[in-house]
């Protein structure tokens, strides 16, 4: 059924006429939703910082500036809302930053949408697997209880435990991603990082505990599933999103080594090795095909490959 809803909406029929708005727009998720969004039909909105070059349908808004996120949401009036804004570094410096603009400033959004003359069909908050902390069970699902082990999952925690208060005023659906990757991630996540020594020809690279094994997913995927989650609108509920496989840093690096064509040199930095460190945790992503239908993964090679041809 939902694989049918959404192959008929292929074309650009979901979104005609209707109008998206993605915080952190200029972001890397928010650049492939854009994307993602526009090619379905929808006309796209988005917010970037103060101070950031503007473009068409773009607003300056701080969300931790009440009355400004306020004026934004009165000004676009948007059918679907994708919030992906806020700070997604886990060892970013200022825990009060942290918690002020993944808590407050998605508080402030909520507040303005529920107050808007046009409330929106679905509100779409990007929250995090790190909610689930170092849990012991191989494939997580949904039910597995939270238990976060740093200040960046505490403020995602607080930030779903905050958006129930508004469910009966607003259709909110959760995604919390696994790992994931692609073209124009930061070099200071883990992929981005292999693949820049690649593309360099380092000739060594220092790293954590290349044992450990994580969910890694394309970020063109993840685009394609929060579109999805939007036209479903399955309100009131938290789904993992995630490719339901675990890869080694070390195959990653076996994946490199064959795309570059040369072997490089790993040195272990203690301290990129996190004390009781789980050694392998994937995703479970039934709950979310059970909606948007079953995806068909982009394999990890493809997505290294690209980039490191980019």
């Known amino acids: ?25 200029r972001g890397f998720t928010g650049r492939y939703l854009a994307r993602e969004l526009g090619a379905a039909g929808y006309r796209v909105f988005g917010t970037v910082m103060p101070g950031e070059p503007l473009g068409p349908d773009m607003f300056h808004v701080d969300l931790c500036a009440r009355s400004a996120v306020a004026r934004m949401v009165a000004q676009v009036q948007p059918d679907v809302v994708a919030h992906l804004a806020g700070i997604s570094f886990v060892p970013h410096a200022d825990a009060e930053q942290v918690y002020r603009v993944n808590v407050v400033g998605t508080r402030n959004l909520l507040e303005a949408l529920a107050g808007a003359r046009r409330r929106p069909g679905a509100v779409l908050l990007a929250s995090s697997a790190n909610i689930y902390g170092n849990a012991c069970a191989g494939a997580i699902d949904e039910s597995v209880a939270p238990v976060p082990a740093n200040d960046y999952a505490v403020s995602k925690l607080a930030m779903e435990n905050m958006a129930r208060l508004w469910n009966e005023r607003l259709p909110i659906v ?42 890694f997913s394309d970020v063109r995927a993840v685009a394609a599933s929060y579109r ?22 070390s195959s990653v690096l076996a994946l490199m080594e064959d795309i570059a064509g040369y072997r490089i040199a790993v040195e272990v930095n203690p301290a990129l090795v996190r004390s009781g ?8 992503n039934d709950k979310l095909a059970s909606v948007i239908g079953r995806q068909r993964g982009t394999p990890l090679a493809d997505t290294l490959r690209w980039m490191y041809e980019a």
Request: net charge positive; with cysteine; glycine share 12%.
């Open 1 to 25: 059924m939902a694989s049918e809803q959404f192959e008929a909406c292929a074309g650009g029929a979901e979104g005609a006429g209707r109008r998206a708005l993605i915080t952190g727009v």
């Open 174 to 215: 959760i995604a919390r991603p696994f790992n994931y990757t692609g073209v124009g991630q930061d070099e200071q996540f883990l992929l981005p990082k292999i693949v820049a020594h690649f593309r360099r020809r380092a000739p060594d690279i220092a790293l954590g505990n290349v044992d450990v094994a994580r969910d």
């Open 228 to 249: 999805r989650l939007l036209a479903a609108s399955p309100a009131g509920q938290a789904f993992n999103v995630c490719s339901g496989r675990a890869h080694s840093v």
């Open 277 to 284: 460190d789980v050694l392998t945790l994937a995703g479970c």
